[in-house]
């Protein structure tokens, strides 16, 4: 026991490098792009710390080039889902009661090493089996998630600080104990740093965990399995267990130590994940705290005295980084019809500019959707828009799946509101306008709130700051991260935490210390210094 009151160092964003020719970084980041490139691994289970090989095989490939097998790994099964849990529940006998300042430690070296000798390692693993760009996996890890690592450990101190009042002659006191039983984390594909970030974070807390990634991102997830254990996190503590979702989560979901879900994907898994948790809810030991980010619909609402080359940028970059694959991309934008030819028409000139390609070649803006499935929903909604009388592509359109899973940057223009590409998610490159009469901008204000059952991110333009302030008021619900003259993607942990309500998720907002208080169960104790010795009130006394 340290006689110490410990304090963590203020936290500060990670720098996001240039890779600019010629750059070190650019130099390391190709050299690890060509070995990880080069070879063919085999990726386990790692269960308390042990590898387990199950014999059941999945295939990691790149997206932007199919037939390229990187690693094989094994999937979980019912077996192996229990010895997880079994496995972080003899962790969780020593790690729950490690002094917070210890398991800081750990965490803050883990962001050490991402930000220096790994960098270069998860940067490739991010391009390579997620088909990003070298921006758009910088700016996912190693940034992101060393600004979850370094501010989480920053909250957890605060949440500990928090102490009651205590009147003369007591001290209260409280204590914030880890869950009991262990966490489901279910991480997405499209970005390393929940990855990384889902299962880290309620550990941090005193919590251990059985983590299923995406099985098109086991790539990088494995690579963030190996920096955990280099950074020294004790084994069970987080458990790795790549796998199918119904034969993962039959198990754990229904398990009487399941503690909490921590969980980013689909509205529709999700929904039927919280189903489960309700129908099984008297067999578990203690009520699953149950945290979820899923989708969105995304929108930029552009007002008649917004600046067109603003928005142009907003919507291009909004829309289509990262393939338009993150929840919180642009996907509707509501146009004046005073700027509607001169914004539509430079908005079409910019996105021929575009270039789609593999993301070994830096000069590609786009690259490759996820996996197959993804190919063949946007192009089925791609499709759907030009056999419509209601809809009409002004750019884009194509789609290519020879070689990698290549979707054209694509803008569509509706007179429909509550057209489909309106409506509903796709999560792709795929962008729907609609005009609205400039007299009606409060009235068109009303249809963006209601449109969608989502509530993530969205944007105004305009520079009429009563425009704004009323745009601000009427989308109160419609995102819970909202902007103004900016694009809806990019927040950044400690300055725009991220997360939204309705069909969004539980807004538990990841990258602040409203998500770290979901893995902890506060108790107070009362001390009090002088006792009674008589159980007699003054005011019973006759006289």
Known sequence: MSNAKFSMPDPENEPILSYQPGSPERKQLKEALDKLSGETIEIPLIIGGQEVKTGNLGKCVMPHDHQHVMATYHKAGSKEVEAAIEASQEAWKSWSTMPWWERASIF???????????????????MLGQSKNVFQAEIDTPCELVDFLNFNTKYMEAIYEQQPLSPKGQWNRVEQRPLEGFIFAVTPFNFTAIAGNLPTAPAMMGNTVVWKPASSAVFSAYYLTKLFQEAGLPDGVINFIPGSG???GAIALKHPKLAGVHFTGSTEVFQGMWKIVGENIASYRTYPRI???TGGKNFIFVHPSADPDEVNAAMVRGAFEYQGQKCSAASRAYIPSSMWPALTELL??????????DVRDFTNFVNAVIDRPAFEKIAEYIDFARRSSDAKIIAGGGSDDSRGYF???TVIVTSDPHFKTMEEEIFGPVITLYMYDDSRFEETLRLCDSTSPYGLTGSIFARDREAISLASRMLLHAAGNFYINDKCTGSVVGQQPFGGSRASGTNDKAGSMINLLRWVSPRTTKELFVSPKDYRYPFMEEK
């Open 348 to 357: 079409v000139e910019t996105t021929r500019t575009i270039k789609v390609g």
């Open 246 to 248: 119904p034969d993962v």
């Open 407 to 409: 979707i054209e940057p």
């Open 108 to 126: 803050k070296k883990m962001a050490s090493l991402l930000s220096g000798p790994w960098r270069a390692t998860l940067g490739a693993a991010t």
């Open 291 to 293: 945290v979820g980010e």
